[in-house]
């Protein structure tokens, strides 16, 4: 028998109406992924927080206010807007200017 005899015996795996229903599903986890991610992106950092999620230091985070990081007073703690942070890393990127060394 030559292979596309057989596969034209062999039963469907999935109906169509079940893949749409299947990749619907899906579709609806992702979104709600999706948008507990942007929500999370909208709550602001503590200091604590934001060195914990992107490994900055105490220096470099001296660094990025330097710069132009925007922070707020809130309680005890001060307060970063993901999209602030992101904001300076970006500006830090694109004027990096390499090691140089000290003379």
Do not use: C, H
């Not at 599903?25 to 602001?44: C, D, F, M, S």
């Not at 602030?84 to 694109?94: G, H, N, P, S, T």
Request: proline share 4%.
């Amino acid at each position: 028998m030559n292979e596309s005899s057989q596969s034209s015996r062999l039963p469907p795996l999935m109906s169509d109406e079940m893949a749409q229903l299947y990749i619907r599903e899906q579709t609806n986890i992702i979104r709600e992924e999706v948008r507990k991610e942007l929500e999370a992106e909208k709550v602001p950092l503590n200091q604590k927080e934001l060195m914990e999620k992107f490994g900055f230091d105490a220096k470099y985070l001296k660094k990025m206010l330097a710069n132009g990081l925007k922070r707020r007073k809130q309680g005890r703690d001060w307060k970063y807007d993901l999209a602030d942070v992101y904001e300076v890393l970006d500006y830090l990127k694109e004027n990096f200017r390499g090691y140089q060394p000290r003379r």
